[in-house]
């Protein structure tokens, strides 16, 4: 009997893809990649991946459609922002449930996530959205203070940048620009990446919320802490740590909030990661995704049912997309959490020492590197990467914070700074 195959689209910078297969195996699945790869050579790779383009779906679904004849494909799993609308016109095409295109288009791009949300009566900051030709001063007699200034269509919290007044602003919607018209973002040939959305800043805790929509119900799968606060004046993330150690009745409201969210944006069936903020006014929903947790965080999750060994989050996502009705799973009993490794600064990674005495540290699982000797690394908000991944677990949550502030405090990174442009040209 053929096994059964599943259609899993992701960049090719993508950290999971190793998971999926591992998981894979483990379930007898065969996988079908579709990444955003050169379609001008014969599979570079050796990997028999389809090459398909995010800013070209009638082609790239004409691709798996004529993939899928070589053997039916089973499900879908989409890995990232950019091939969730792929993903979902792909679906369409070959009978499958998955999140519609429009919805998926709607939660990737920030201002039409906003809109929506605000039809549905959902608490939402005031926003306004600006092309990012438009002159920064003069929007910035026109804006809330403090706010928060971020591309439509970016993740990571990369080009996301607070400002508390009116040269703050126009600094940050400038730096925006930049990032905006940078070759990497240019070569998305997303129409969202012209424009930038301006909203109030929101001030309180954040929240990451994992979860599938099946069939339409929303069914939680954990609720990350982010035990480092987030004010500014950028927004990058570090530790996600679960269960949340927030009260019952706060959790609840914001499960109600998402599921409401993710009802007004229409995601149907998948994968959702949603983050919020809470504070005295309520629950502001800030994101509702139509894919999984990103990068290699989705280590820190591991799954248990009656009668069933330890999985892991990707073996889930894979019974999920199977048709398997996995809501009376649950996650493993102890505490977990990553920690994702920040770039201190802007130069050449070299290499890094401490590996052997952070994974000595009582509770870490695991300590994965995946900066190259010889990257070139941009910390926030113009990156787009993390110089690696600490996974830990332990009995409570605060144990699991001490255990990755611990063994990221004996990693030492030598990273060369790169001398200004003038004198490397001398």
């Known amino acids: 009997m053929n096994a059964k195959r599943v259609l899993i689209l992701a960049a090719t910078t993508g950290y999971q893809t190793r998971s999926f297969g591992e998981a894979a195996s483990k379930l007898g699945v065969e996988l079908v990649f579709g990444l955003d790869r050169c379609r001008g050579l014969d599979d570079p790779w050796g990997d028999h991946s389809l ?11 004409e691709a798996i459609v004529s993939a899928a004849a070589d053997g039916p494909v089973a499900g879908i799993i989409a890995l990232g922002d950019r091939p969730t609308e792929l993903a979902g016109r792909a679906a369409i095409a070959l009978g499958l449930p998955f999140h519609s295109p429009e919805a998926a288009r709607i939660s990737r791009n920030k201002l039409e996530t906003r809109r929506a949300m605000c039809a549905a009566g959902l608490t939402v900051p005031a926003f306004l959205s600006a092309d990012i030709d438009d002159d920064a001063v003069a929007l910035a007699s026109r804006v809330p203070y403090p706010c928060v200034v971020k591309p439509l269509g970016l993740s990571g919290s990369r080009g996301v940048i607070r400002a508390d007044d009116a040269a703050a602003f126009a600094s940050a919607f400038n730096r925006i620009r930049h990032i905006l018209r940078s070759p990497d973002v240019t070569a998305m040939k997303d129409p969202a990446l012209s424009q930038i959305l301006i909203e109030g800043f929101i001030p309180g805790m954040e929240f990451a919320v994992e979860g599938l929509m099946h069939n339409g119900a929303f069914d939680v799968l954990a609720i990350f802490d982010k035990p480092d606060p987030l004010d500014g004046p950028f927004f990058e993330e570090t530790m996600y740590v679960t269960p949340s150690e927030g009260d019952p009745s706060s959790q609840q409201r914001m499960v109600d909030a998402i599921t409401a969210a993710a009802v007004a944006i229409g995601l149907s069936h998948g994968s959702v990661h949603a983050e919020c903020r809470v504070n005295r006014a ?27 060994d330890l999985m892991s989050f990707e073996e889930l996502l894979l019974r999920h997309a199977l048709g398997e009705d996995v809501r009376a799973c649950r996650r493993e009993p102890c505490a977990a959490g990553v920690m994702m490794i920040p770039i201190p600064r802007a130069g050449v990674y070299r290499g890094v020492a401490g590996v052997d005495q952070a994974c000595g540290i009582a509770g870490v699982d695991e300590v994965i590197i995946t900066a190259k000797a010889d990257q070139h690394l941009v910390p926030l908000p113009e990156g787009a990467s993390y110089l690696g991944f600490i996974i830990a677990r332990a009995g409570r949550p605060g144990l699991v914070v001490d255990a990755l502030r611990s063994a990221h405090g004996r990693l030492r990174f030598d990273i060369d700074r790169e001398l200004p442009l003038a004198s490397r040209q001398r």
């Not at 139509?290 to 290699?296: E, K, T, V």
């Open 282 to 308: 309520g629950v502001f929903v800030l994101e509702v995704a139509a894919r999984p947790i990103g990068g290699l965080c989705a280590r820190a999750l591991r799954f248990v049912r009656a009668g069933a």
């Open 51 to 61: 090459a398909v383009r995010f800013y070209d779906d009638p082609r790239s679904v």
